[in-house]
């Protein structure tokens, strides 16, 4: 049973990233990504030394505000002057740095230990549960839960407005789009996404799922729908692949699910009828054959 | 404070690596690539856990050289995604990041699980043990902080060139994929010495942030260099003296936040191109506007 | 009724001022041309005009109001570059995002705007590629499919931003056509211009630019040799007047 919650998590991490990075992917925020997993760290450690408690809830706040910063930030030393690879690197080091060092003057004494943030504890997640509405499930599960339900609801309300903003900015403004809200409400969707993650998985894997289901999806597709689909797909198969062979071999389970989404993308990468490396390269060859014939 | 011989090692080390990594990270901000510094700085994790687990013991130039291998393939294995497939940079440079690094983390857990327990160390490669520097660190730190120095001397001009005109330089007959791959490798190399300092997530920080304070400084690449080693040597120190005044501070989110620090009086007040004085110079463009205004009436 | 009026319409970057000054009235019902030689602001103009740049001081209306997205009354074609060909999406799509405007926030296309966007692709010859993957469309092909989108906004004014460059001969042919068919619906097009050889068959109004207003006014008594060598700095180069065989009828 307990390996069942543990499977169920992991999915539910695959598909809802797998959902969130399509458009991560589209926007070409991938990196704003990377950093907002590492400065929800900094949110958390925040809200503990302001709440004095662990409280879930607490913890979304916080990083829901570590994720605004960093976009706000982000923002603002790019017109500033400064380019935006920099000031992604600039804002997320800076954030993370000063995260890791309140934890060690101010909850050096308590379980918020670094490495449990970056890599997580996915077998633990059964035994922590809540009981909503009479029924009894692990955090983990009623935290990604909601934050699918959040996930599905923007994409429903908003999906011809995140569309186009993300494809023709321009355009967008000139009809009146409000592209900058658009920006901030759906870094805002991912800093959750995020932390309702991590607790299971780690920072590290949630990177992991939020980019790369989506970018092999992205290779494959030819309509948004299509890479929604099939990026929640390749998360899913991610996570049970990497639990099952994680237990085979006796390791890490959320480094496991990274390595399968590599090994996914790859796979998508070099063999994609007529796009894939393997392919170019062996009608490259037989171009070759038939010129020398 | 004492400057114990410890504390001294360490200084002396966190300054060399504060320089390199200034220098080397001044041409990753120049080419727009300070985020595959990242990458590859987490990429070392896998090869550091796989160098172990064939030598199966903690020594330092194989584990380095493991680091640098798979530092290097990840470079290389971001520029070939994105040149073959539609995925841009920034999509690849987090896939490979992420992915390297749970490779990492998946041997990083067999080692701990080997027969040595897992008192292998190799988890203080992911945050940093400036605190506890060896000489034999050090040696390899002030080589390659040596190294990067000399070779900026040798081949500034042609960096220079390749930098900002890459076809030209081809044209006049550079070997611009050589000079390419030999600033990969001193890159790697900084990323492989630094990280038993400051730690696979830190080293990105000193690649990044004191190269995108100098920028604030200067247009012209020497001074860029100079600048940015010397705010990284600066770092290097104010962070080690800082975290050794009080027990149980970490010297590598200290050595990052002096870094953050000089960026932002920088960003704030450098001449030209600071905050400050950009907004003196609208304010005069204002002035001036109002100036003519009221003297053109018709 | 002015299309377009623009009051003292200055734009800066830090210090550095790209539109300086500018006043502009151009009646309605024309086919105006905004030439100018590199970086003379004549994109910024458009985008100062459709409401774009924060940096912005001075006035402008479009037919005799503020410019409110709401009033659905300019249509926009931005640079081709401006847009990533990547992107997961078909030529239908993509026209259907002009009556985004439309149809509003959170609520859903309707039949009636798949029906309009088809036919702004009959218009210019893309209904076949209805449902072919924009990177797949060759220049020309997503020149073409950007104007459809501009005229899925069923607007009154027009904005487009170098819509002829780097496109082929016939569908520069449907550009033009179906610029004179706006103008006979009483339509009001601006075209940022690249072409000097073209700009006086294509337009009947002519804006030259160079930072500020160099001159505007209808093309016979605007795109003269003397205002032309007063927008270019005195860079141009004139051959014996030939006619082009690109004139509008």
């Known amino acids: ?293 | 404070m004492i400057l114990t011989g410890n504390l001294l090692w360490v200084l002396v080390g966190a300054i060399l690596l504060g320089i390199a990594a200034g220098l080397n990270g001044t041409f990753a901000f120049l080419q727009k690539q300070s985020l595959v510094g990242d990458a590859a700085a987490h990429a070392a994790l896998p090869g550091i856990a796989l160098a172990y687990l064939i030598v199966q013991q903690k020594d330092l130039p194989i584990l380095m050289l493991g680091a640098a291998i798979t530092s290097t393939l990840a470079v290389y294995m971001i520029q070939w995604i994105v040149s073959q497939s539609k995925l841009k940079a920034d999509g690849a440079i987090g896939l490979v990041l992420s992915v390297f690094f749970g490779f990492g983390i998946v041997l990083i857990t067999l080692v701990n699980q080997g027969a040595s327990g897992n008192q292998s160390g190799l988890n203080d490669f992911i945050f940093g043990k400036a605190a506890i520097m060896a000489k034999s660190d050090l040696i390899w730190l002030s080589g390659s902080a040596l190294l990067i120095i000399l070779m900026c001397l040798l081949f500034f001009k042609e960096w220079k060139l390749m930098i900002f005109d890459p076809v030209f330089a081809k044209g006049i007959g550079l070997p611009v994929e050589r000079l390419r791959i030999l600033l990969t490798a001193l890159t790697v190399l900084t990323i492989v010495t630094g990280i038993q300092a400051v730690g696979v997530i830190l080293m990105a920080a000193m690649l990044i942030i004191p190269a995108a304070a100098a920028r604030f400084w200067s247009n012209h690449l020497g001074i860029i260099l100079v600048t940015s080693a010397f705010f990284g040597a600066l770092s290097g120190a104010f962070g080690t003296i800082i975290s050794s005044l009080r027990v149980g501070l970490s010297t590598g989110p200290i050595i990052v936040l002096s870094a953050s620090s000089l960026f932002l009086l920088s960003y704030c007040f450098a001449p030209t191109r600071g905050l400050l004085s950009k907004s003196r110079k609208k304010k005069v463009v204002k002035q001036h506007k109002v100036v003519q205004e009221a003297t053109s009436h018709e | 009724m002015n299309a377009l009026q623009v009051k003292n319409l200055t734009v800066a970057y830090e210090e550095k001022v790209v539109l300086n000054e500018v006043n502009l009235s151009v009646p309605m019902g024309r086919l105006t041309g905004i030439i100018g030689p590199n970086g003379a602001g004549k994109s910024t103009l458009i985008k100062a005009i459709i409401n774009q740049l924060p940096n912005k001081s001075g006035a402008v209306h479009v037919l005799e109001r503020p410019l409110n997205p709401k009033d659905h009354t300019v249509g926009y074609v931005p640079q081709r570059n401006a847009v990533d060909w990547d992107f997961p999406t078909n030529s239908l799509d993509v026209v259907l995002m002009g009556r985004y405007g439309h149809i509003g926030m959170i609520k859903k296309i309707s039949a009636k705007d798949k029906q309009i966007a088809m036919d702004c692709l009959k218009n210019v010859g893309m209904e076949a590629f209805a449902d072919r993957s924009i990177g797949q469309l060759s220049g020309g092909q997503q020149q073409r499919v950007f104007l459809a989108r501009a005229l899925a906004q069923e607007a009154e004014v027009y904005f487009m931003d170098e819509p002829f460059v780097g496109v082929d001969a016939a569908t520069e042919r449907t550009i033009i056509a179906i610029l004179k068919d706006l103008k006979a619906k009483g339509k009001s097009v601006f075209v940022v211009h690249h072409d000097l050889q073209t700009a006086s068959d294509y337009f009947d109004w002519i804006i030259l630019l160079n930072q500020s207003v160099i001159a505007s006014g209808p093309t016979e008594s605007t795109f003269t040799e003397n205002n032309l060598q007063d927008a270019y700095g005195g860079k141009l180069f004139f051959m014996d007047k030939t006619k082009s065989n690109k004139t509008l009828s």
Not at chain 1, 74 to 97: M, P, R, S
Not at chain 1, 140 to 163: H, R
Not at chain 1, 206 to 227: D, F
């Open chain 1, 1 to 293: 049973m307990n390996e069942f919650w543990v499977i169920l998590t992991g999915s539910l991490v695959g598909i809802t990233c797998g959902l969130t990075g399509v458009f991560l992917i589209l926007r070409k925020t991938a990196m704003i990504a990377d950093a907002i997993s590492h400065t929800v760290l900094f949110g958390i450690v925040v809200a503990f030394m302001i709440t004095q408690s662990l409280n879930g809830f607490w913890m979304l706040v916080g990083a829901a505000i570590a994720g605004i910063l960093t976009t706000y930030l982000v923002q603002v030393l790019q017109t500033g002057g400064l380019q935006e690879d920099a000031a992604i690197g600039v804002v997320f080091t800076t954030l993370f740095a000063l995260g890791i060092l309140f934890i060690t003057l101010f909850a050096g004494n308590v379980h918020l230990d670094v490495e449990h943030v970056l890599m997580g504890e996915i077998t633990f997640v059964p035994w922590d549960t809540w009981n909503v509405f009479g029924l009894t499930m692990p955090k983990a599960v009623w935290m990604l839960l909601i934050v699918l339900l959040l996930n599905v609801l923007y994409l429903v309300f908003l999906y011809k407005e995140i569309k186009l903003s993300t494809f023709d900015p321009v355009f967008a403004l000139s009809i009146g789009l409000p592209i900058v809200a658009m920006h901030y409400s759906y870094m805002t969707l991912v800093s959750l996404t995020t932390v309702a993650a991590f607790d299971s998985v780690g920072a590290v894997l949630v990177v992991a799922m939020l980019i790369g289901p989506a970018a092999a999806a992205y290779l494959m597709s030819k309509s948004v729908p299509g890479m929604i689909a099939w990026s929640m797909t390749i998360g899913v198969t991610a996570a049970i692949t990497g639990y099952y062979l994680a237990k085979l071999w006796n390791t890490s389970i959320a480094g496991m699910m990274a390595a399968m989404i590599g090994v996914l993308f790859m796979l998508v990468f070099l063999l994609k009828p007529h796009d894939g490396w393997l392919w170019k390269v062996l009608k490259q060859i037989k171009l070759k054959n038939v010129n020398a014939s």
